[in-house]
């Protein structure tokens, strides 16, 4: 049986999940209640983004051990996969309440309400992860992208420049920052930042756009047509 266990494992870290899902039926016969194996079929379900499957097989670890934080924090993540924004909450609050400074879980509770369309409650869960951990790019840039979709650009950009400080290579931290300078009107800001975005996207044209758009700030339309 270790030796199984330890196959599925190294299967696992090697990303090939496709081939531990497949051997499932078989597999389930004999280690359905082996709570180590329904852990790695049901995160092997989650990384290929099929959730309901994950779901069921979450739940059955739970069902042989109740505690478990990784389990629970998964299954938070799978009910934020299909919109079960409601779960998803739920589940983060409970494992709040025996991890209090869990910055990861307070990072994902913001996420599910900001995908939820409750961006005043995102923003107090991601700032409360950011005060957990003042290095951890994630809510940082999550709280961002919340200031930004609120149109609270002053904070938006106080979030932006503070991820652009830890990590230029942040995700699009470059295009949200310039966008954010160029609605400022901190024209030569935004250039200096989105030129260099541009060098690594010269074939995206809403990288172009903004150029036209960030020229055009400066009054310099031949430039911006161009």
Do not use: W
Request: glycine residues 4%.
């Amino acid at each position: 049986m270790n030796n199984f266990i330890d196959n599925l494992v190294d299967k696992f870290n090697r990303g090939d999940f496709l081939t531990i899902i497949n051997n499932s039926q078989n597999n389930l016969i004999n280690y359905k209640n082996n709570f180590i194996y329904l852990k790695i079929l049901a995160l092997s379900y989650l990384n290929l983004g099929r959730y309901l499957e994950a779901i069921e097989n979450l739940k059955e670890c739970l069902n042989i051990k109740n505690d478990d934080f990784d389990i629970k924090f998964n299954l938070g993540i799978a009910y934020l996969g299909i919109k079960d924004f409601d779960n998803t909450i739920s589940i983060f609050k409970d494992l709040l309440k025996t991890n209090q400074n869990s910055y990861i879980v307070y990072n994902n509770l913001g996420i599910a309400y900001s995908q939820n369309s409750k961006p005043k409650e995102a923003i107090k869960y991601f700032l409360k992860s950011i005060n957990l951990n003042k290095n951890f790019t994630d809510p940082i840039y999550n709280v961002g992208l919340t200031y930004f979709i609120i149109s609270d650009l002053v904070n938006a950009e106080k979030a932006f420049k503070k991820v652009y400080e830890l990590d230029k290579t942040y995700k699009d931290i470059e295009l949200y920052l310039s966008i954010t300078l160029r609605k400022l009107k901190k024209i030569d800001e935004c250039l200096d930042i989105l030129k260099k975005y541009y060098e690594k996207n010269k074939n995206k044209i809403f990288v172009i756009y903004e150029l036209g758009l960030a020229y055009q700030g400066l009054g310099d339309y031949k430039k911006s047509i161009k």
